[in-house]
Structure formats: structure tokens, C-alpha cells
């Protein structure tokens, strides 16, 4: 990591002056921004801001740009590869208390929102509407953080990820600027598409503040089913079957026999303890039965041994609460561990293979590999639990990530699905795109040519 660069204190005397007791250095606050849910040590900045408004933070902005201090925006720190570590020290800006729901268009399908609120949150807001927001990685992210990381997740196999799900944006650029990306129109072919830029840019170029968002009508009926599976080849080459045949399937979901019996002592369920496919279906009542009924004759021809179904909408989130804690669940398979998670993504037609031969890869790790993933997109994960005190296990875990990342690139996938690069994958995203990391770094330069804006993070400022 770098080295923290000289913090002037009379910083927080002018942002005090500016927020009052929304700025601390409470050494507890600084260290809970200093981490996430990554194996990185901790980070922690030097001062801690809470912004309520786009003008508060292009304050900020221009506070720390004038004694050339370092921000790192903050949802709510669920990032898996030091997204919001303060590796060079500076100002955390926590926009957790942007948290309002600003409109809501019912008739055109879309809401803005600050960056801070939450996915739950904004789903409860429009519940009573019909409509909903799909865009669901798991952890209960802001959707700020989750249009700069490009978030994706269980649902993306049929409504997309952030960047489908993203109309337009509030950003402040380094140099104090506040820009628009762009209108709530549906499309639009005027000039550079900036909203693309931003999202997915981990707040290296500028501080996302608000999101004009997608919503969807609610389906009329909705059903979930587990199923399991005598292999995990089973399991890709159904879901690869399933998409190949045109199933609308709204979710499906990959789980290893070590992740289901870990779901299972954490979550208190009792699914059989084998490769499983969690799935949902959306639509009208006869197509959910009919969607149903072609994925249970694909499973049953690749080893499906049974569908457990819910069908309720208490069952369906008891099912879909289980999948979301499978990480958690899975750190109790090592007590005391953390993880190094893996996060590739294939074209569809190589997912079997890709899969195969990665948990061949792993069978030699000192402890089990659970395995689960999105695969309705080709996105799968590993978890590696390391010994936070065995430095020898860590670069282990990195070699093996290496060489699921290299098998990826190679069959024409990509180095992250939807975690980002942050500080863990910058040497992988070199591997993939080759010279185009340069024409990377030149927009990072030109939007922030003093690298304030969250340093260290996505592109490598130097060639490797």
C-alpha cells in the first residue's frame, strides 16, 4: 500500500467550521472507516466527514483540494477489495446521511435518490408504488457506493446491473465542479456518455452524490426453488442450458456442498448438502409455471434431484435471506479467518468448464473452497479463509486467485463481475486490457491531475 501523505490539521479546523460535529478524528470512527469486508489491513483516514447535501460536499472538495488532502467517498464499507481503505490517508467522506429519496416518477419508472441511501430503503420507500428497485448484491449497499463499483447480483441474470439500472448522476469532480451525466430520458445520443464513466469508476474521478435510477412494476407472481444436484457440473450445465433456451429466469444462484451446509449451521435451514441451484421465476402466474416446469426437466436430465419450493413471500426471502449470509456462513467454516474472495465472470458457454477446473485448482488449498455465484451471467466467486497471522496462506490464496483469474481472461472473461478492482485486482486488470489501462490512467489524470480522489484504488498511476 502507499504511504499516508502529510495530513495538515488546519483541515479539520475549516471543515469543522463548515459541518460542526458532522466532522470527528475520534480514533473509533477513523478506524470503522479504515476497513471493510476485504482480507486489506486496516486503513484508517484522519478525519471523517458527514455531508447532508451536494453542495456540502463540493465544500469538502474544495477544502481538501486547496491543502491537497485525500477523499475516499463511504456508503456504508461492504466492499470486498479496499474500495474505502485510507491508504494515503485524508478525509473519509461518509455519505451515509444523503440519505433521502429525492422523486419519484411512477409513470416514467425511475426515482433519484442521494447517494446514501440504502437498497432496502429505497424499496420500502417505493413499496406502496407496485414498483422496485432489482438491483441486489447481497449486503444492504448504499446505491452510491453501488453505482461506483458497478454492483450487480442475484437479480442481474434478468434486469442487469448498475450500469443498465443508471439514468444519470450528480457527481463533484475534483476541481469543485458539479455535473449532470445526463437527463431521466430513457436514451439519449447527446455527446459523451459520462454517466457510463462514472459509474463503475470507484470514486477515483469524482464523488458521486445523487442517482437517477431504473425501477420495475412488481410481477404479478413470483416463486423460488432450491434444487439439488449430484456434481457441480450439474449444476453450470443446467443454468448454461437454461439461458441457452430463452428461460426468463429472474435469479439464479450456484452454491458448493461446503457453502449449503455452512448455509445450513448458520441459517438453520436443511437443504440437502450437495452442489445446489437456488432459482426464481417472474412473471405472469401461468408463465412462472411454465418457466418452472423447463428449468425442473433441464435439472432433472443433468442430475437435479429435487426442487424444494417457495412460493410465499415470507419463504421466498427466508430463502433468499440464507443465500445473501452465505459469505458470512462460510467464515465459520474457520473461525477466526478471513477471506480472499475471488470474483471472475465467463461467457456463458465456457461457465462448465471454467467452473470444473477452478475447483480442481483448489482441491490442494489447506482448508475448503466454498464456491458460489451468479451464474445466470457467468459470475462466480471462491473463498479463500486465510490465517489473518499466516502470511504464507494470504499469497497462497493470491496465487490460486491468479490463476482463476488468468483461466478467465483467458476464455475471453473478465477479472471481476461486480466486486471492482479497488486495491486487490489493479496487476489483473493490466492482464486484461493491456494498453487501454494507459487511456484508463489518462482519464484519471485529466479529471483529477493531482490524484486526490480516492488514491491508490482501480488504475495503477504507474505502468506494471
Not at 388 to 404: I, M, V, W
Not at 443 to 453: G, H, R, V
Given at each position: 500500500?502507499?504511504?499516508?501523505?502529510?495530513?495538515?490539521?488546519?483541515?479539520?479546523?475549516?471543515?469543522?467550521?463548515?459541518?460542526?460535529?458532522?466532522?470527528?478524528?475520534?480514533?473509533?470512527?477513523?478506524?470503522?472507516?479504515?476497513?471493510?469486508?476485504?482480507?486489506?489491513?486496516?486503513?484508517?483516514?484522519?478525519?471523517?466527514?458527514?455531508?447532508?447535501?451536494?453542495?456540502?460536499?463540493?465544500?469538502?472538495?474544495?477544502?481538501?483540494?486547496?491543502?491537497?488532502?485525500?477523499?475516499?467517498?463511504?456508503?456504508?464499507?461492504?466492499?470486498?477489495?479496499?474500495?474505502?481503505?485510507a491508504v494515503e490517508g485524508g478525509v473519509c467522506i461518509d455519505l451515509s446521511q444523503m440519505n433521502k429519496v429525492l422523486h419519484v416518477h411512477e409513470e416514467d419508472l425511475d426515482a433519484v435518490v442521494q447517494a446514501g441511501v440504502t437498497r432496502k430503503a429505497l424499496n420500502e420507500h417505493i413499496r406502496h408504488t407496485g414498483l422496485f428497485f432489482p438491483v441486489d448484491p447481497g449486503a444492504d449497499a448504499t446505491i452510491g457506493g453501488m453505482a461506483a463499483t458497478r454492483a450487480s447480483g442475484t437479480n442481474a441474470v434478468r434486469?442487469?446491473?448498475?450500469?443498465?439500472?443508471?439514468?444519470?448522476?450528480?457527481?463533484?469532480?475534483?476541481?469543485?465542479?458539479?455535473?449532470?451525466?445526463?437527463?431521466?430520458?430513457?436514451?439519449?445520443?447527446?455527446?459523451?456518455?459520462?454517466?457510463?464513466?462514472?459509474?463503475?469508476?470507484?470514486?477515483?474521478?469524482?464523488?458521486i452524490t445523487e442517482v437517477t435510477v431504473k425501477l420495475y412494476a412488481v410481477q404479478e407472481a413470483m416463486s423460488a426453488a432450491v434444487c439439488a444436484f449430484e456434481s457441480i457440473d450439474g449444476c453450470t450445465k443446467t443454468v448454461i442450458q437454461v439461458i441457452q433456451a430463452g428461460v426468463p429466469i429472474a435469479r439464479s444462484e450456484i452454491v458448493c456442498e461446503n457453502s449449503i451446509a455452512a448455509i445450513n449451521k448458520y441459517s438453520k435451514t436443511s437443504y440437502r448438502v450437495a452442489p445446489t441451484l437456488f432459482f426464481e421465476f417472474h412473471g405472469t402466474a401461468a408463465s412462472v409455471v411454465e418457466q418452472a416446469e423447463m428449468v425442473q426437466e433441464i435439472a432433472k436430465e443433468n442430475g437435479g434431484m429435487d426442487f424444494i419450493w417457495a412460493t410465499k413471500p415470507e419463504d421466498r426471502t427466508k430463502l433468499w435471506e440464507a443465500r445473501h449470509n452465505a459469505?458470512?456462513?462460510?467464515?465459520?467454516?474457520?473461525?477466526?479467518?478471513?477471506?480472499?474472495?475471488?470474483?471472475?465472470?465467463?461467457?456463458?458457454?465456457?461457465?462448465?468448464?471454467?467452473?470444473?477446473?477452478?475447483?480442481?485448482?483448489?482441491?490442494?488449498?489447506?482448508?475448503?473452497?466454498?464456491?458460489?455465484?451468479?451464474?445466470?451471467?457467468?459470475?462466480?466467486?471462491?473463498?479463500?479463509?486465510?490465517?489473518?497471522?499466516?502470511?504464507?496462506?494470504?499469497?497462497?490464496?493470491?496465487?490460486?486467485?491468479?490463476?482463476?483469474?488468468?483461466?478467465?481472461?483467458?476464455?475471453?472473461?473478465?477479472?471481476?463481475?461486480?466486486?471492482?478492482?479497488?486495491?486487490?485486482?489493479?496487476?489483473?486488470?493490466?492482464?486484461?486490457?493491456?494498453?487501454?489501462?494507459?487511456?484508463?490512467?489518462?482519464?484519471?489524470?485529466?479529471?483529477?491531475?493531482?490524484?486526490?480522489?480516492?488514491?491508490g484504488k482501480l488504475i495503477p498511476m504507474t505502468s506494471q
Open positions: 500500500m502507499n504511504k499516508a501523505r502529510d495530513f495538515d490539521q488546519s483541515v479539520v479546523t475549516e471543515l469543522q467550521a463548515l459541518l460542526g460535529d458532522r466532522v470527528t478524528t475520534s480514533p473509533g470512527i477513523r478506524e470503522h472507516h479504515g476497513k471493510d469486508e476485504s482480507y486489506f489491513p486496516i486503513a484508517p483516514p484522519d478525519a471523517v466527514a458527514f455531508p447532508h447535501s451536494t453542495q456540502e460536499v463540493r465544500d469538502i472538495v474544495n477544502i481538501c483540494r486547496r491543502h491537497r488532502v485525500p477523499m475516499i467517498p463511504y456508503g456504508v464499507g461492504t466492499s470486498l477489495e479496499g474500495h474505502t481503505l434486469y442487469g446491473t448498475m450500469r443498465e439500472n443508471v439514468l444519470a448522476l450528480t457527481v463533484v469532480l475534483a476541481d469543485g465542479r458539479i455535473i449532470h451525466t445526463s437527463s431521466r430520458a430513457k436514451k439519449s445520443a447527446a455527446g459523451y456518455d459520462l454517466t457510463r464513466l462514472f459509474v463503475g469508476s470507484e470514486g477515483t474521478l469524482g464523488i459469505y458470512f456462513a462460510c467464515l465459520q467454516l474457520r473461525p477466526g479467518s478471513r477471506s480472499v474472495s475471488t470474483d471472475v465472470c465467463v461467457p456463458i458457454s465456457r461457465l462448465a468448464e471454467c467452473v470444473a477446473e477452478s475447483m480442481e485448482d483448489v482441491k490442494s488449498y489447506v482448508a475448503p473452497v466454498p464456491l458460489m455465484g451468479h451464474v445466470g451471467d457467468g459470475n462466480f466467486h471462491l473463498m479463500f479463509l486465510v490465517d489473518p497471522n499466516n502470511p504464507a496462506e494470504l499469497e497462497q490464496a493470491k496465487a490460486f486467485n491468479e490463476r482463476l483469474v488468468k483461466r478467465a481472461i483467458e476464455m475471453e472473461g473478465t477479472c471481476t463481475g461486480e466486486h471492482g478492482i479497488g486495491l486487490g485486482k489493479q496487476s489483473s486488470l493490466v492482464q486484461e486490457h493491456g494498453e487501454a489501462v494507459d487511456v484508463m490512467r489518462d482519464i484519471k489524470k485529466l479529471f483529477d491531475p493531482e490524484n486526490l480522489m480516492n488514491p
